[in-house]
C-alpha cells in the first residue's frame, strides 16, 4: 500500500477514536470568518490539526484550525474550523489531506464554504452565492500516479456540485426568506489580491466569484464519488472602475464573512435537517 494511503488510513483512525465512538455523516469546511457555524454544533469534539502527526497547520487569517466532531441538524458531522491553502507553501497533497481523512472516517456527502470576490457585477457584499459549476487555476490535485483504492483516474466532473443539494438549498432560502444568488466559483492560487484586468478577465470566462482555494477539496470528493454542496460569502464587489485609494484588505474580507455567517449557518443547518445520508 502506497505511504500516504496509510498515513490518510492512520489520521481517519485517530480522528474516529477521538470522536468516542461517533461516525461522521457529514463533511463541512469552513472558510475565512464563516467558523460561526462551530459554535452551534453539540456536544464537540475538538481535534486540533497541531495534535494530528504530519497534518498541516492553517496559517490563513480567520482560520482557527481544528476538526470539531458532533451534531448538527440531527446528524454527526465533522467540521474543518479553518482550511489548508496552496498559497501556504503547502504542496495539494497536503492542501486536500483533510479531505481525504474525513473521506476515510466516514463522510456521505461534504459541505464546503468560503468568502470570494464577486465578479458579477450584480452581486454585492453579504450575497450568499451557491456554486453551480467551477473554473480550476490551481493545481489539480490528482496530478501523479491514480491510487485506485480512492476513485478512478479520469474522474466524472460534469456535475461537481450535486443538483438535488443545491434544488434543496434554494427550496429551503425560499422559505426562510434567504435571497440566494448562483454562479460559477473560479479558483486562483492567491496570496495577492486580483488586479481590475483579472476580475474582467474572469468576468469574460463566465466566473461570478473567485477565491483561493475550495476546488482542490471539491475535486478530491469527487474523485471518491461524495457529493458536494458549495457556498459562497460575496465580501467585496467587481467594479470596472476603482477610486485611486480603493484596496482590498484581509481584515475586511473576513469581517463582511462574519457578518452574512449567520444567515448562511441557518441555511446549512436547515438542509442538515433535511437530506437523508
Same mark, same amino acid.
Given at each position: 500500500m502506497d505511504p500516504r494511503i496509510e498515513t490518510i488510513? +492512520? *489520521?481517519s483512525a485517530i480522528v474516529l477514536e477521538r470522536a468516542g465512538g461517533r $461516525? !461522521?455523516? *457529514?463533511g463541512i469546511v469552513l472558510g475565512s470568518g464563516l467558523g460561526k457555524l462551530a459554535d452551534v454544533i453539540q456536544? !464537540? @469534539?475538538v481535534i486540533p490539526y497541531k495534535d494530528l502527526p504530519g497534518f498541516p497547520v492553517s496559517t490563513a487569517v480567520g482560520h482557527k484550525g481544528n476538526f470539531i466532531i458532533g451534531q448538527l441538524g440531527g446528524k454527526t458531522v465533522i467540521a474543518m +474550523?479553518?482550511?489548508i491553502h496552496y498559497y501556504e507553501g503547502y504542496g495539494m497533497d497536503k492542501v486536500v489531506l483533510p479531505i481525504r481523512v474525513m473521506i476515510g472516517a466516514g463522510i456521505k456527502a461534504l459541505f464546503v464554504s468560503n468568502a470570494a470576490g464577486g465578479t458579477n457585477l450584480s452581486f454585492h457584499v453579504g450575497d450568499?452565492? @451557491? /456554486? $453551480?459549476?467551477? /473554473?480550476? *487555476?490551481l493545481p489539480n490535485p490528482l496530478i501523479g500516479p491514480n491510487w485506485d483504492e480512492l476513485g478512478p483516474r479520469f474522474p466524472d466532473m460534469t456535475r461537481p456540485y450535486d443538483p438535488s443539494l443545491i434544488r434543496l =438549498?434554494?427550496?429551503l432560502a425560499r422559505k426562510m426568506d434567504i435571497p440566494l444568488q448562483q454562479g460559477v466559483y473560479v479558483g486562483g492560487t492567491g496570496p495577492s489580491y486580483e488586479t481590475p484586468a483579472e476580475y474582467k478577465y474572469y468576468r469574460s470566462i463566465g466566473g461570478d466569484a473567485v477565491g483561493m482555494s475550495? /476546488?482542490?477539496?471539491v475535486i478530491v470528493a469527487r474523485h471518491a464519488n461524495v457529493p458536494v454542496f458549495g457556498m459562497s460569502v460575496i465580501t467585496n464587489e467587481a467594479? &470596472?472602475?476603482? =477610486? &485611486?485609494?480603493y484596496v482590498n484588505d484581509g481584515e475586511d474580507v473576513v469581517a463582511a464573512a462574519n457578518a452574512a455567517a449567520d444567515k448562511m449557518s441557518r441555511l446549512i443547518v436547515k438542509m442538515i435537517e433535511n437530506m437523508s445520508l
Amino acid at each position: 500500500m502506497d505511504p500516504r494511503i496509510e498515513t490518510i488510513n +492512520q *489520521l481517519s483512525a485517530i480522528v474516529l477514536e477521538r470522536a468516542g465512538g461517533r $461516525k !461522521p455523516q *457529514l463533511g463541512i469546511v469552513l472558510g475565512s470568518g464563516l467558523g460561526k457555524l462551530a459554535d452551534v454544533i453539540q456536544d !464537540p @469534539v475538538v481535534i486540533p490539526y497541531k495534535d494530528l502527526p504530519g497534518f498541516p497547520v492553517s496559517t490563513a487569517v480567520g482560520h482557527k484550525g481544528n476538526f470539531i466532531i458532533g451534531q448538527l441538524g440531527g446528524k454527526t458531522v465533522i467540521a474543518m +474550523q479553518g482550511r489548508i491553502h496552496y498559497y501556504e507553501g503547502y504542496g495539494m497533497d497536503k492542501v486536500v489531506l483533510p479531505i481525504r481523512v474525513m473521506i476515510g472516517a466516514g463522510i456521505k456527502a461534504l459541505f464546503v464554504s468560503n468568502a470570494a470576490g464577486g465578479t458579477n457585477l450584480s452581486f454585492h457584499v453579504g450575497d450568499l452565492m @451557491v /456554486i $453551480k459549476d467551477h /473554473i480550476n *487555476l490551481l493545481p489539480n490535485p490528482l496530478i501523479g500516479p491514480n491510487w485506485d483504492e480512492l476513485g478512478p483516474r479520469f474522474p466524472d466532473m460534469t456535475r461537481p456540485y450535486d443538483p438535488s443539494l443545491i434544488r434543496l =438549498a434554494f427550496s429551503l432560502a425560499r422559505k426562510m426568506d434567504i435571497p440566494l444568488q448562483q454562479g460559477v466559483y473560479v479558483g486562483g492560487t492567491g496570496p495577492s489580491y486580483e488586479t481590475p484586468a483579472e476580475y474582467k478577465y474572469y468576468r469574460s470566462i463566465g466566473g461570478d466569484a473567485v477565491g483561493m482555494s475550495t /476546488i482542490p477539496e471539491v475535486i478530491v470528493a469527487r474523485h471518491a464519488n461524495v457529493p458536494v454542496f458549495g457556498m459562497s460569502v460575496i465580501t467585496n464587489e467587481a467594479h &470596472d472602475d476603482y =477610486a &485611486d485609494d480603493y484596496v482590498n484588505d484581509g481584515e475586511d474580507v473576513v469581517a463582511a464573512a462574519n457578518a452574512a455567517a449567520d444567515k448562511m449557518s441557518r441555511l446549512i443547518v436547515k438542509m442538515i435537517e433535511n437530506m437523508s445520508l
